[in-house]
């Protein structure tokens, strides 16, 4: 657009603006007492006040720019009292306008300073839209010095469409005096000298100078803040996208515990529909399980401040369809704005691997039941051995009652009789509770159910494996010590798991100690297998010791190895199943060559909380 400028500023333009945007001005078209019109308030260079020069002979200038009248002498007494008189109220009158130019002057410098120690850019109009004043912040602003837009059109500050449309804001003003951008921020965009456009707030005042009007705009460059808002914009439009596309489940809460804000993740994991969840108390989605363990470290979490370390916990959520899911939850406390404390949580959902160690434990249950059948199957011998000793007492028994019954060749007298049949029914008896026991301990082992947990007694747990392996034994013609500590605390575990556990060990030490005989080496001490069980610190410690043939070290490193066997038959699952049954009751297993030849193979039971070792 092609600036058009006036050669002189309107002399109606003297006026001053206060840091508020207010405007405050001298009486219009006045000279100032003591000097001409003030020109010198904007701009970088500051321009000296035109002063007209006093009379040689008086220096009097009056108010208004009228000159002062030169007084004449007068010879008659009367009039020179006159002439003195008016000559008095003279000197008066120019003390007076000397004081008052003065300070005007004074007021003058003083806004012209206030005016370029602003920040904000501030540019005075006429009715025609003519820059009179433009200050050093509007400079640095535009990039044009004072010189340069003094009586210029203010539209060639700015882009189109504003400047088209400027000219039409002003005549409708001066006409109606209706302004619906005066006294009104509003943000428009300013052209620079180079020609590039900026953001800007711009606020219009109006005042009235004599009868003509003008027009004060006050700027205020926003480039840097829409920078800054454009710069937080991206970053919160990069974290809403982290916060809605991340794999695990965020949400935030306010200090009372109600969801503000959550991501797609975390209403898939509670099965929620979008957006469904915000205004919902989170604590209300926790399984009631797990509230109560929650809710006082939260608590103590608010409590804490900002900057403290975040809480984790595992615990489950609570589905809309009612199933549930287990969670990882991680707790960090934010100061936001104002003071206000929000809660961000992040929950790293575990269903799927709580279902996969669901279904692994069954799996492991599935090949325990299947060892220990397997292990029922290699001691079937000795356990028709071990059932059929009863029974062969209990015929032998009845066939004696049946003689006696019959009276034979030497009839007794009735009551030697009937103590006869008293003490073979009673034997009888005893051998039926024999095989009883023997098919209770069986089923009892090789029964197939859900893996079930309680506090246990060792000392009845491992009593009662020995008897069952000594079934086995006594066809090895192995004999097993038992050198058990009559104060073992209780264990949180599955009995038959741990008869299991014991019963593998058992059998593998046996083999051995009769592999070892087989060279010739016959002696009590190498065919004898000791159970020992004693209490540590926490733990209680089961070992089985042999002094047969214990694994070389290549193969002891593979001991525990699924499908690794160092027989010639088997599967070589054992040692895995142990393995894992002490694992997952929160013990250790492990092998170790015994001092002086053999193996020791041994494994821990965490005491059951509340026992006393």
């Given at each position: 657009?092609?600036?058009?400028?006036?050669?002189?500023?309107?002399?109606?333009?003297?006026?001053?603006?206060?840091?508020?945007?207010?405007?405050?001005?001298?009486?219009?078209?006045?000279?100032?007492?003591?000097?001409?019109?003030?020109?010198?308030?904007?701009?970088?260079?500051?321009?000296?006040?035109?002063?007209?020069?006093?009379?040689?002979?008086?220096?009097?200038?009056?108010?208004?720019?009228?000159?002062?009248?030169?007084?004449?002498?007068?010879?008659?007494?009367?009039?020179?009292?006159?002439?003195?008189?008016?000559?008095?109220?003279?000197?008066?009158?120019?003390?007076?306008?000397?004081?008052?130019?003065?300070?005007?002057?004074?007021?003058?410098?003083?806004?012209?300073?206030?005016?370029?120690?602003?920040?904000?850019?501030?540019?005075?109009?006429?009715?025609?839209?003519?820059?009179?004043?433009?200050?050093?912040?509007?400079?640095?602003?535009?990039?044009?010095?004072?010189?340069?837009?003094?009586?210029?059109?203010?539209?060639?500050?700015?882009?189109?469409?504003?400047?088209?449309?400027?000219?039409?804001?002003?005549?409708?003003?001066?006409?109606?005096?209706?302004?619906?951008?005066?006294?009104?921020?509003?943000?428009?965009?300013?052209?620079?000298?180079?020609?590039?456009?900026?953001?800007?707030?711009?606020?219009?005042?109006?005042?009235?100078?004599?009868?003509?009007?003008?027009?004060?705009?006050?700027?205020?460059?926003?480039?840097?803040?829409?920078?800054?808002?454009?710069?937080l914009a991206t970053r919160e439009a990069q974290l809403r996208l982290m916060f809605d596309q991340a794999p695990v489940g965020a949400f935030v809460t306010d200090a009372?515990?109600?969801?503000?804000?959550?991501?797609?993740?975390?209403?898939?994991?509670?099965?929620?529909?979008?957006?469904?969840?915000?205004?919902?108390?989170?604590?209300?989605?926790?399984?009631?399980?797990?509230?109560?363990?929650?809710?006082?470290?939260?608590?103590?979490?608010?409590?804490?401040?900002?900057?403290?370390?975040?809480?984790?916990?595992?615990?489950?959520?609570?589905?809309?369809?009612?199933?549930?899911?287990?969670?990882?939850?991680?707790?960090?406390?934010?100061?936001?704005?104002?003071?206000?404390?929000?809660?961000?949580?992040?929950?790293?959902?575990?269903?799927?691997?709580?279902?996969?160690?669901?279904?692994?434990?069954?799996?492991?249950?599935?090949?325990?039941?299947?060892?220990?059948?397997?292990?029922?199957?290699?001691?079937?011998?000795?356990?028709?051995?071990?059932?059929?000793?009863?029974?062969?007492?209990?015929?032998?028994?009845?066939?004696?009652?049946?003689?006696?019954?019959?009276?034979?060749?030497?009839?007794?007298?009735?009551?030697?009789?009937?103590?006869?049949?008293?003490?073979?029914?009673?034997?009888?008896?005893?051998?039926?509770?024999?095989?009883?026991?023997?098919?209770?301990?069986?089923?009892?082992?090789?029964?197939?159910?859900?893996?079930?947990?309680?506090?246990?007694?060792?000392?009845?747990?491992?009593?009662?494996?020995?008897?069952?392996?000594?079934?086995?034994?006594?066809?090895?013609?192995?004999?097993?010590?038992?050198?058990?500590?009559?104060?073992?605390?209780?264990?949180?575990?599955?009995?038959?798991?741990?008869?299991?556990?014991?019963?593998?060990?058992?059998?593998?030490?046996?083999?051995?100690?009769s592999a070892r005989g087989s060279d010739g080496d016959d002696d009590a001490a190498r065919r004898t297998v000791t159970l020992?069980?004693?209490?540590?610190?926490?733990?209680?410690?089961?070992?089985?010791?042999?002094?047969?043939?214990?694994?070389?070290?290549?193969?002891?490193?593979?001991?525990?190895?699924?499908?690794?066997?160092?027989?010639?038959?088997?599967?070589?699952?054992?040692?895995?199943?142990?393995?894992?049954?002490?694992?997952?009751?929160?013990?250790?297993?492990?092998?170790?060559?015994?001092?002086?030849?053999?193996?020791?193979?041994?494994?821990?039971?965490?005491?059951?909380?509340?026992?006393?070792?």
């Amino acid at each position: 657009m092609a600036r058009q400028c006036s050669e002189e500023p309107s002399p109606r333009a003297s006026a001053a603006i206060s840091t508020a945007g207010s405007a405050v001005w001298a009486s219009a078209g006045m000279s100032v007492w003591g000097g001409g019109q003030p020109e010198g308030w904007v701009g970088p260079q500051r321009r000296g006040r035109r002063s007209h020069r006093p009379w040689a002979n008086m220096g009097l200038r009056l108010p208004g720019g009228r000159n002062p009248v030169a007084p004449r002498r007068e010879s008659s007494p009367g009039v020179g009292r006159a002439h003195a008189s008016r000559q008095a109220r003279e000197t008066d009158l120019r003390a007076q306008g000397s004081t008052r130019g003065t300070e005007g002057a004074l007021v003058a410098e003083h806004i012209e300073a206030i005016l370029d120690c602003m920040v904000e850019g501030v540019i005075l109009i006429d009715r025609s839209g003519l820059i009179r004043r433009f200050n050093r912040a509007a400079e640095r602003l535009f990039g044009y010095r004072v010189e340069e837009v003094l009586g210029c059109n203010v539209s060639m500050l700015m882009p189109a469409p504003w400047n088209r449309e400027h000219d039409h804001y002003l005549a409708r003003y001066s006409r109606t005096r209706e302004g619906r951008i005066v006294g009104i921020d509003r943000e428009v965009q300013g052209l620079r000298r180079d020609g590039s456009v900026f953001p800007m707030q711009l606020s219009v005042g109006a005042f009235d100078a004599g009868d003509e009007p003008f027009f004060v705009g006050v700027i205020r460059d926003l480039s840097e803040t829409r920078r800054m808002q454009a710069a937080l914009a991206t970053r919160e439009a990069q974290l809403r996208l982290m916060f809605d596309q991340a794999p695990v489940g965020a949400f935030v809460t306010d200090a009372r515990g109600f969801i503000l804000s959550c991501n797609a993740a975390f209403e898939r994991m509670l099965g929620s529909a979008a957006r469904g969840l915000t205004g919902k108390r989170h604590l209300d989605l926790v399984h009631a399980e797990d509230r109560p363990g929650l809710a006082p470290t939260l608590a103590a979490l608010r409590e804490s401040g900002a900057g403290r370390t975040r809480c984790t916990r595992d615990l489950r959520y609570l589905r809309l369809d009612g199933s549930v899911a287990h969670v990882q939850l991680h707790v960090g406390l934010v100061d936001a704005v104002e003071g206000a404390r929000v809660l961000i949580g992040q929950c790293i959902d575990h269903s799927a691997e709580h279902q996969a160690r669901k279904e692994l434990a069954a799996l492991q249950e599935q090949f325990a039941h299947v060892n220990r059948l397997s292990v029922m199957g290699e001691m079937a011998s000795g356990i028709a051995h071990e059932i059929n000793q009863p029974l062969t007492a209990i015929a032998a028994y009845a066939q004696a009652c049946r003689r006696l019954l019959a009276g034979g060749a030497a009839p007794q007298p009735a009551t030697a009789v009937a103590e006869d049949l008293s003490d073979a029914l009673e034997q009888i008896a005893l051998q039926a509770q024999r095989a009883g026991e023997v098919i209770r301990r069986l089923r009892g082992f090789v029964r197939r159910g859900e893996a079930s947990r309680a506090t246990t007694h060792l000392g009845e747990v491992l009593t009662g494996v020995v008897k069952l392996a000594e079934v086995d034994s006594r066809s090895h013609e192995i004999t097993i010590e038992r050198d058990i500590s009559p104060a073992l605390p209780p264990v949180l575990a599955d009995s038959v798991q741990i008869q299991q556990v014991v019963l593998n060990l058992l059998r593998n030490a046996m083999e051995a100690s009769s592999a070892r005989g087989s060279d010739g080496d016959d002696d009590a001490a190498r065919r004898t297998v000791t159970l020992r069980a004693e209490v540590l610190a926490g733990v209680v410690r089961i070992a089985v010791l042999d002094r047969g043939v214990g694994p070389d070290a290549d193969a002891a490193e593979r001991l525990f190895t699924p499908f690794f066997t160092t027989k010639r038959s088997g599967m070589g699952l054992g040692l895995s199943i142990c393995q894992s049954i002490v694992e997952a009751h929160g013990g250790r297993i492990g092998y170790r060559p015994r001092e002086g030849g053999g193996s020791c193979f041994e494994f821990t039971l965490p005491v059951a909380p509340g026992g006393e070792a």
